[in-house]
């Protein structure tokens, strides 16, 4: 990330062929550029770790779909009713905090480079760029990626390739495409989102603001209480199962205001404050306090006997549910962005790799994520084993596969 100071060298170099002599001032000043240079390298190398993590937990969250029934995957070899305590700990653990908080802060990290990306370029330039980085792979995943998934991996009961070519003409005449985002939900979501915020700005330009500390503690408090009351209340008629056209609509009040923070913070070149070292207590806070809520919202509240009361519904239980989701949602996003920036603000091949790459695993990962479980569906082991074997085979081949696409000139531009 970012420009990389590279004249310093080439100014000590010239002023050595002309002086035969070693000159304290130029090494002072060599030093100094280095040191920017890194420093420029690294300036942002957080927000581009906390978002390849993000793409690693949605690999990890759809594994653990495949072996849980929990959630919807394309291929799952478990019900969920006949899991034994151990899986439901595993897994039900695995996606209930993964989704309190992860794709949360994809919508915040979008916001904030949506907001950056809108003040340089314009409305239409934006717009178009959105356009292209967004919505060509959601065309691509539900036209091209999706329907191979669906009709040609998940196909193995003896399925002729005549039956297949049908379904997939059923598939398309239908238009049942339109409605086959699959995981990339976020990615049509985030479309809209950056649609009605450009619309927004266009009819509303960005007035100049000062950079100051909007977010403290008594808004903090006001945002978390307001969210769960929001949710609560939604999810009295709209369970976190029930989907509006592909969203699960019940989740979405989080997902809306960590994109208007984003924004904000963006817009007020304010992240500093967000990502200050103070906020790493939030992290903690959170974790002390959320996890023994959310043990006995699984335990007292009937969860692991099969009941849904946290789902939605007039019960306490959805209310409680509701606000460990928020506290995860929002405190816990501010503290981690902060951690990152104190403790995982580094830049290496590696982390530049999996940043540059990030977009392209989470746009393929669904093939791989549901093509293993398929090849070693008759491995005759525990399914705990199997989870972590997917997990490591999706997540390396994944990366070499987008690695080797965008290799392409056009897909290099659009992921």
Known sequence: ????????????????????????????????????????????????????????????????????????????????????????????????????????????????????????????KFLKSKFLRLGVPLLAYVLVILPFTRFVIVADDGRT?????????????????????????????????????AAFRALFPRRDIYRTEWLNNRRLVIIVVALTLISFVLRIWVSIEDKLYVFLIAFFPAYIALFIMGIIA??????????????????????????????????????????????????WQSFLYALWEICFSILFNIGLVAF??????IS???????????????????????????LIKDLQVYTLIKFFIIIIATSVSTLAFTVAVRKIKIVKKIL
């Open 340 to 345: 990152f920036k104190k403790h995982v603000n």
């Open 1 to 124: 990330m970012g420009l990389i100071i590279m004249f310093g060298k080439c100014c000590n170099i010239g002023y050595i062929s002309l002086i035969n002599q070693k000159i304290p001032e130029l090494d002072l000043i060599h030093s100094l550029e280095v040191k920017l240079k890194m420093a420029d390298n690294t300036r942002m190398a957080y927000f581009d770790n906390l978002r390849s993590l993000v793409i690693f937990l949605v690999i990890v969250v759809h594994a653990a779909s495949t072996y849980s029934g929990i959630g919807t995957w394309y291929y799952q070899e478990v019900e969920y009713k006949d899991l034994h305590f151990v899986d439901y700990a595993v897994y039900g653990t695995v996606s209930s905090f993964a989704q309190a908080w992860f794709m949360g802060l994809m919508f915040f990290i979008a916001a904030y480079w949506a907001a950056n990306s809108l003040q340089k370029h314009g409305t239409v």
């Open 266 to 315: 963006g817009e007020r070149k304010s992240l500093d404050y967000i990502a200050a070292p103070k906020n790493i207590k939030l992290c903690v806070w959170v974790i002390c306090t959320c996890v023994p809520l959310w043990i006995f919202i699984m335990i007292p509240g009937g969860a692991l006997q099969g009941l849904t009361y946290h789902a939605g519904g007039w019960h």
């Open 161 to 197: 390739w005549e039956a297949i070519k049908d379904a997939c003409i059923d598939y398309y005449q239908t238009f049942r495409w339109l409605k086959a985002a699959g995981p990339l939900w976020f990615v049509e979501a985030l479309l809209i989102f950056c649609i009605i915020y």
């Open 348 to 374: 290496n091949k590696f982390t530049r790799l999996l940043a540059e790459n990030s977009f392209g695993v989470y746009v393929f990962h669904a093939l791989f994520v549901t093509l293993f479980p398929v």
